[in-house]
């Protein structure tokens, strides 16, 4: 598996893999919200953004999204989980993009693991999303002695 750079082209796909990647993982949120995200991703998420991906066969398995050194989006197609392409967008962010923070909904507990696992820690926490939501978000950020 190889990290690629995704082009506007690829933002219909990459809206596919954030839905099942979600739909697995963010049980927390209804079918509303879901439905409500979807254009606010694709219309100001992906271009707010420098994304990369992982690419099998000309599919899509998974992607990572980075502004500012931080790392603002990471979803995984719910069948390729657990098979290394989570690890590998990370470490591509943590070690080319020089990647250290990243802010992980509390209510997603496979993602709050996946970052403490990779070293990162919880720095602090906001009760509300950046859209004032009741979706609590833990802001991580990679503890450096883990790095070097």
Known sequence: MK????????????????EDAVRATHNFLTEADIENFKPLILEQGFPAVQLYCVRVQNEILGFIGVHEHKIEMLFVRDRSRGQGVGKILLRYAIEVLKCH??????QNPQAVGFYQHSGFKVMSRSALDDAGRAFPILHMQLDVEVTE
Do not use: G, M
């Open 3 to 18: 990290i690629e750079n995704v082009n506007t082209s690829d933002y219909a796909e990459l809206l596919l893999v954030w």
């Open 101 to 106: 923070q990243v802010d992980v909904n509390e």
